[in-house]
């Protein structure tokens, strides 16, 4: 039996404070399996970047559970021999239960999601995450507002987060870093994205946390720049990744129909996934 617990896996906290301060933005990207995990951790150590490998509640099912991603993760990192800075987090937690399983089984992070709440709950809610927590050195991402669009099959109406509501949140919660909804949306943009900067801006201002852009597939690298500019220090991809995967596999399974391997077909989006993760990983860091 090997011994995971010296692997090691960080919190978000070191790593998107020194984002902040000298304004760039740390990846976040979805991992769906085996094969992504390892691309992302090799992309990580290839630019010596430091990345946070996100699971939605959905993914984690479909892996088979918390444990087999820790597992996989902690493993991958051994293996291959990544040496840069890596963070398992939870994306979306929607109750107490799943962001507790997620800690225990050994993610050195969660986001819990209380947009679909009330103020006064979704407050309740994530003080709740933060203290238990906090005993294991977890940092915790809340939600103000609610992101649009659409991810693993959870919609919900775009509203933008007040100020007010972002300072009683933190204020209340003492969240490690903030996701406030400004109009960014998961999945494809319908249309331009308006993002709200005065209010983020004023977020920054107002709080001493990172804050979290959502749905960064299809912003164009402008409104990236600008928001990062903003305060925004750690950037959630999904779907870009899923479409530059799934364009290279689409023309190899059409170039290749008699190919079954299933190494070969799953690989064969490797290099388009892998470019897509560096191109992001350069706009990101602010040069
Ligand atoms: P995209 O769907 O825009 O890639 O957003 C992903 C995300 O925000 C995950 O939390």
Redesign the pocket.
């Known amino acids: 039996m090997i011994n995971l617990g010296d692997t090691m896996l960080v919190n978000t906290s070191k790593m998107l404070k020194e984002a902040k301060v000298n304004h760039y933005a740390v990846p976040?990207f979805?991992i769906n399996n085996l094969e992504w995990t390892r691309y992302l951790l090799e992309v990580a150590e290839e630019t010596n970047t430091p990345l946070i490998l996100?699971v939605s509640e959905g993914a984690c099912k479909y892996m088979g559970g918390f444990d087999v991603v820790t597992g996989l993760v902690k493993n991958l990192i051994r293996d291959l021999n990544i040496t840069t800075d890596i963070c398992l987090h939870l994306?979306?937690g929607s109750s107490f239960e799943v962001c507790k399983n997620a800690i225990d089984s050994g993610f050195t992070s969660v986001m819990i999601d209380g947009s679909k709440y009330p103020l006064e709950e979704n407050i309740r809610l994530t003080k709740q995450v933060v203290d238990y927590a906090k005993q294991f050195d977890v940092t915790v991402e809340g939600e103000i507002g609610a992101?649009g669009?659409s991810?693993d099959g959870v919609s919900n109406e775009l509203l933008y987060a007040k100020l007010e509501d972002c300072i009683k949140f933190y204020q209340e919660t003492k969240v490690d870093s903030l996701a406030p909804a400004l109009g960014s949306?998961?999945?494809l943009y319908k249309g331009e994205p308006k993002l709200d900067f005065v209010t983020m801006e004023q977020i920054r201002d107002a709080l001493p946390i990172p804050l979290v852009l959502?749905?960064?597939?299809?912003l164009p690298d402008d409104i990236i720049r600008k928001a990062i500019s903003c305060g925004i220090a750690k950037i959630?991809?999904?779907?870009?990744l899923q479409i530059a995967w799934h364009e290279a596999v689409m023309q190899f399974v059409k170039d290749n129909p008699l190919k079954y391997d299933p190494r070969k077909v799953i690989g064969s989006g490797e290099s388009a996934l892998k470019t897509a993760a560096i191109n992001k990983i350069h706009l990101f860091s602010g040069k």
């Not at 959502?214 to 299809?218: A, E, I, K, N, Q």
């Open positions: 976040h979805n996100g994306d979306h992101i669009g991810e949306v998961h999945g959502h749905g960064g597939t299809g959630n991809i999904n779907t870009e």
